[in-house]
């Protein structure tokens, strides 16, 4: 019979719940009764109820359970999901400690789900370590326990409070204790107490050291386990209350042998705690199985000193196996009510044993068939694959948590170079479009110069055409205003050939005048903004006919024309025929001789028309034509605008002028369009 092993098991048999509250003096509890009996829905009130069940719940779960019931309608008044995720689960630790493992795994999961939804994760890691300690201090379901306790401890990674994890940590080594796995229970002890020890937490690591004087005695090493227990008790003595001194002076007597007189005194100290506070809690039937194996084992033992007993202190060996089955049998009664299937077992085991000592063998056999029946069930091979199978799960989970994060993080790392790339792009856009608006701007420059220059020039030009204009216009007003003089004074006599050679000068230059007023008014039509010619299809022969009345008056003047009387052209009429006009009175000035012939041709070449007007003057110098064919030239002299406006008209129509002939013999002007 494992007897020993099985002792270290039960008498660690218990998780601890994730809400560990000192018990608050008589003062703090009488403030928040008051604060909770407010009955205002407000987090004071709430806070207090919840306080209250944390301090009472392992010593007068009745009252914490009146507190419960009062914080709960409160919180839910205030739709305060976190704390109702709380309360709700502060009835799964109410049932829990009852042994009742339905009603407390129903009231756990419901607030699970609750702090699902409201992405609790604090609560929820506290839900899932209290789930693991129903599994196993009411089932002894390790596997569950497991699995819970690993999902308890993957949350507590998360949080920023340090204390809930050495806590996670702590549970995990007593559930590789009760499966005799010491060198994963030492690991995950190792954890909890360097966490505890940095964050300060005195208390926290008196429990830890509590286990670990387990683990050592469980390794049967009684000297580490008996150091452990005294560094406990160093701590948990005058600092703890009475529920973390009644868990120590249930687990201290491992390390005291066989001096059952030492092991009893401390354990009935602890079941007189136990009995106070909660008879049913896992710890308490533990406790009180181990005051049967204590008796029992005196009783083996032949224990020469007297052990206390109902009728005081004794050292009759039937006494102590009397007093034996009397707390082997109230232990399985507790266990039944809080269906411990281990405790069940355990106890039945002892049973048997006491029952051999009195001889009592047939029912020492059906114990001890059913304790092993149940071991075995316990103990067994495919428990330990599933709690492994629980820590590897959470190992993956953890490694793919990890591998998700590093895929997220390479995910942002490509959106990050994308971006990178796109703002590159654009600030080289950016860049190509403004040396291109320089480019564009340098080249505006440029054109802007020419222009300047080109209006500079013009503007001298326009200069000189006004000084041209000035002289052209005054000369015959000049010479008309002297006649009248002339006439109206008298004083100077003219005979009849004087007066009739000074009439005729003077109609000559008011004639001239006269072209030229109407060859300025042209040159003006043909500079405003916008101007647009009027084209339209017209016969040449109407524009000869034009010219021929209008230089009809005049002697010696011989004009011929040679074109097709329906050769038409496209273009403004009135533009065109002052170009005619004044290339014919060009022509007609120019002749020095008594005769003047001129000759107008037209024929079409292809799709242009071409009309040319020959003189019989002397010709045209080469410098007269050098200055005649500049555009950006203006002659000077009586007739020395014509020539310029024309141009500018032709431009205007689309036509070109040009000389293609200047010899002595005339000059032949073409007009092509």
């Not at 048999?13 to 829905?41: G, H, M, S, T, W």
């Not at 107490?193 to 049967?220: H, R, W």
């Not at 030492?262 to 049913?280: E, H, Q, T």
């Not at 000084?467 to 005054?474: G, K, P, Y």
Request: hydrophobic share 40%; aromatic share 8%.
């Amino acid at each position: 019979m494992k007897t020993l092993i099985t002792y270290i098991v039960i008498s660690f048999l218990c998780f601890k719940a994730a809400a560990q509250a000192l018990i608050p003096n008589e003062q703090e509890i009488n403030k928040l009764v008051a604060e909770a009996n407010r009955d205002i829905p407000d987090s004071a009130t709430v806070k207090a109820c919840s306080k209250l069940f944390n301090a009472l719940i392992n010593t007068e779960a009745t009252k914490a359970l009146y507190y419960n019931n009062k914080g709960l309608p409160l919180a839910k008044k205030m739709n305060w999901q976190k704390a109702i995720s709380v309360f709700t689960s502060n009835y799964g630790q109410y049932y829990s400690n009852l042994g009742n493992y339905d009603s407390s795994m129903h009231y756990y999961q419901q607030a699970a789900e609750i702090s699902l939804k409201a992405k609790d994760t604090v609560t929820l890691a506290n839900i899932y370590n209290d789930m693991a300690a129903a599994a196993q201090n009411i089932k002894n379901d390790y596997a569950t326990a497991a699995s819970y306790s690993f999902k308890a401890i993957e949350l507590a990674d998360k949080m920023t409070d340090k204390r809930k994890k050495p806590l996670f940590l702590s549970n995990i080594s007593k559930l590789y204790i009760l499966q005799n796995d010491f060198a994963s229970a030492h690991k995950y002890l190792n954890q909890a107490i360097e966490i505890n020890k940095a964050i300060g937490d005195d208390l926290a690591l008196g429990q830890n050291f509590q286990t670990k004087a387990i683990i050592y005695y469980s390794q049967n090493k009684a000297d580490s386990s008996r150091a452990f227990f005294k560094k406990s008790a160093e701590i948990i003595e005058p600092n703890g209350n009475d529920f973390d001194k009644a868990i120590l002076w249930s687990q201290m007597p491992l390390a005291m042998g066989n001096d059952y007189a030492a092991v009893l005194r401390l354990r009935l100290k602890a079941d007189s705690i136990w009995n106070r506070l909660n008879p049913l809690f896992a710890d308490a039937i533990t406790n009180k199985g181990n005051i049967s194996v204590a008796y029992k084992d005196a009783a083996a033992a032949n224990y020469n000193i007297s052990l206390p007993v109902r009728t005081g202190y004794s050292a009759n060996k039937q006494l102590w196996l009397n007093e034996a089955e009397r707390y082997a049998e109230a232990s399985l009664k507790l266990s039944k009510e809080t269906g411990s299937v281990d405790g069940l077992s355990y106890f039945s085991g002892v049973l048997a044993e006491i029952q051999e000592q009195k001889g009592d063998y047939k029912n020492a056999y059906y114990n001890y068939r059913f304790y092993s029946e149940i071991q075995d069930s316990i103990y067994s091979q495919e428990n330990k694959n599933k709690i492994a199978k629980a820590e590897s799960q959470r190992e993956v989970e953890k490694a793919n948590h990890e591998l998700q994060l590093k895929q997220i993080d390479l995910r942002n790392q490509q959106k990050a170079v994308i971006v990178l790339i796109v703002m590159l792009g654009m600030i080289s856009l950016i860049g190509i479009l403004l040396f291109r608006q320089n480019r564009q701007r340098r080249k505006s420059n440029a054109a802007l110069t020419v222009l300047n220059n080109e209006l500079d020039k013009a503007n001298k030009m326009k200069a000189k055409f006004f000084a041209i204009l000035s002289h052209d216009l005054r000369s015959p007003v000049s010479r008309l205003i002297n006649l009248f003089h002339l006439q109206k004074d008298g004083s100077t006599p003219l005979n009849p050939k004087q007066l009739a050679s000074m009439q005729q000068n003077t109609e000559n230059s008011a004639v001239a005048l006269l072209e030229t007023m109407e060859n300025m008014l042209i040159w003006s039509k043909s500079q405003m903004e916008n101007f647009r010619p009027e084209i339209k299809t017209i016969l040449v022969t109407t524009l000869y006919e034009r010219v021929k009345l209008l230089f009809n008056n005049i002697d010696n003047l011989t004009m011929s024309f040679n074109c097709q009387q329906e050769l038409t052209i496209k273009t403004d009429e009135n533009l065109l025929q002052v170009i005619i006009n004044n290339l014919t009175a060009n022509a007609i000035n120019t002749a020095k001789n008594n005769e003047i012939n001129i000759k107008w041709d037209a024929w079409k070449d292809n799709d242009k028309i071409k009309l040319t007007v020959t003189d019989n003057g002397p010709g045209i110098s080469k410098d007269e034509l050098a200055i005649l064919l500049d555009n950006n030239n203006i002659r000077s002299g009586k007739n020395g605008l014509g020539l310029y406006l024309i141009r500018d008209i032709a431009k205007i129509i689309g036509a070109e002028i040009s000389i293609i002939h200047a010899s002595k013999a005339g000059t032949t002007f073409l007009i092509s369009l």
